[in-house]
């Protein structure tokens, strides 16, 4: 299994930028679908965007053209840059892993297809 750290995370004013990792050991890194979700206070978590072993990529409406989701397997650690940041991207954003290898069962992604989670890291978009 997976195991992920993020980091990066902190308080941005809105319009500004954050790039987020997520560090990944204890398996290959390349195999495996990956994804960033995010849960603000009071609301469910939901998917900011996802990249497949072969660098197929998904993103939700509310990130398209401001978020960028990539990965350097050499490095086993996956990235999201983020630009043009607003207060509603605040909330708690998670890495997560897919269960299985070169396979992913839905596109886009739903939580089930992913097996290993990180801890979360904070991003605050505040003036």
């Known amino acids: 299994q997976v195991q992920l750290v993020e980091s990066g995370g902190g308080l941005v004013q809105p319009g500004g930028s954050l790039r987020l990792s997520c560090a990944a050991s204890?398996?290959?890194?390349?195999?495996?679908?990956m994804a960033w979700y995010r849960q603000a206070p009071g609301k469910l978590r939901e998917l900011v965007a996802a990249?497949?072993?072969?660098?197929?990529?998904n993103y939700a409406d509310s990130v398209k053209g401001r978020f960028t989701i990539s990965r350097d397997n050499a490095k086993n650690t996956l990235y999201l840059q983020m630009n043009s940041l607003k207060p509603e991207d605040t909330a708690v954003y998670y890495c997560?892993?897919?269960?299985?290898?070169?396979?992913?069962?839905?596109?886009?992604?739903?939580?089930?297809?992913?097996?290993?989670w990180g801890q979360g890291t904070q991003v605050t978009v505040s003036s």
């Open positions: 997560a892993a897919g269960r299985n290898r070169y396979y992913i069962t839905n596109w886009p992604p739903r939580a089930s297809d992913f097996g290993s």
């Open positions: 204890g398996s290959i890194f390349s195999p495996y679908a």
């Open positions: 990249i497949t072993s072969g660098d197929n990529t």
